[in-house]
């Protein structure tokens, strides 16, 4: 038989996760989550991301989207990622940029490598930016 070893900080994303624990243990059944509960929720999200804060406190991911939102601009900001391929002599190079109508953006310069399936990332980045 195994045990889980809490950590010994525990970090904010966890407290907020046992607050909503404690909550729905006591709930009554159906009643809506306070919004003291919810603007943790938006701290969270902020400082964590979309996801993973949706996944951890087990909340609907196009609510807390839709809250973050009227609570004050997009859920997060852009975050440029640099992967550095294996170094290569030389070799062609190309740059695809794409963007959507509501001003998404996403660029990606190949130099010396092959380029990877482009009408899968494209269709993938179009559909994330619905």
Same mark, same amino acid.
């Given at each position: ?44 999200? $902020?400082? +964590? ?7 951890? #406190?087990?909340?609907?991911?196009? /609510?807390?989207?839709?809250?973050? !939102? ?36 996403? $660029?990606? +310069? ?7 399936? #482009?009408?899968?990332?494209?269709? /993938?980045?179009?559909?994330?930016? !619905?």
């Amino acid at each position: 038989m195994s045990t889980a070893t809490l950590p010994a900080h525990p970090s904010p994303l966890d407290r907020v996760h046992r607050r909503f624990e404690r909550w729905r243990r006591t709930r009554q059944r159906r009643s809506p989550i306070p919004d003291a509960l919810w603007a943790l929720a938006l701290e969270a999200a $902020r400082a +964590h991301g979309l996801h993973q804060t949706a996944r951890t #406190l087990r909340l609907n991911h196009t /609510a807390l989207k839709q809250r973050l !939102r009227a609570a004050g601009g997009p859920p997060i900001s852009g975050t440029f990622v640099e992967l550095m391929p294996a170094p290569t002599v030389g070799g062609p190079a190309c740059t695809f940029e794409l963007e959507t109508a509501r001003g998404a953006t996403l $660029r990606i +310069h190949l130099q010396g490598i092959a380029p990877p399936d #482009l009408a899968a990332l494209s269709r /993938a980045f179009w559909h994330a930016a !619905r």
